[in-house]
């Protein structure tokens, strides 16, 4: 089976809350419209912060760390690939290469994009991941999301703001995701 790899770029790094210990890096397709959010940890959004802004340190950071053992092994870091999404944690693979032999990687996709901004290495997904996970941009500042992919809070703030809009088909539709992911979470 062939995949079909789009390219992203790294666009930004937002915090959620002022108080949240948890950072979304915004993907954006390199030659498109389409955006990823990807949950990261505070550590890799500070690595992800410091190589967007071209900042060195001192002493390496664990991204500078690995990339140095894959340079003394003899180990290219070709790009990274984001590969799945299960339970809304990206999965991803450092795509590379040893004396000639092709080796997947298998990485947290938040340590990923570090080590590809870090090593100047391309971030890929599979285009049908990509379709199915994407915010698409609807011109105006406004952003559109598959439901599968929000959160149960941010669904029942959607369904208020569609009930109080008079959607009853659409708030019937997401009445019913909250339904069965409730029913999911107490089996």
């Not at 990823?36 to 001192?58: D, F, R």
């Not at 760390?65 to 690939?81: K, P, R, S, T």
């Not at 669904?155 to 909250?178: K, M, S």
Request: some cysteine.
């Amino acid at each position: 089976m062939k995949y079909m790899k789009v390219e992203l770029k790294v666009q930004d790094l937002l915090q959620r809350a002022s108080n949240d210990k948890y950072y979304i890096a915004l993907l954006r397709e390199k030659e498109g419209t389409r955006s990823l959010p990807i949950l990261v940890g505070l550590l890799e959004a500070q690595a992800i912060a410091m190589y967007l802004k071209e900042v060195s340190t001192e002493r390496p950071m664990l991204h500078d760390l690995l990339a140095g053992m894959a340079n003394a092994f003899d180990i290219c870091i070709n790009e990274v690939y984001i590969y799945k999404v299960q339970n809304g944690v990206f999965y991803s693979y450092l795509v590379c290469e040893q004396h000639g032999q092709a080796v997947n990687v298998d990485a947290r996709t938040s340590d990923a994009i570090a080590i590809a901004l870090h090593q100047g290495r391309p971030i890929y997904i599979d285009e049908a991941l990509l379709n199915a996970q994407c915010m698409r941009d609807e011109g105006g500042g406004a952003y559109s999301m598959p439901i599968t992919v929000m959160n149960t809070e941010v669904l029942r703030g959607v369904l208020q703001t569609a009930i109080e809009r008079e959607d009853y088909e659409l708030a019937a539709h997401l009445r019913d995701v909250i339904r069965e992911r409730e029913e999911k979470k107490s089996d």
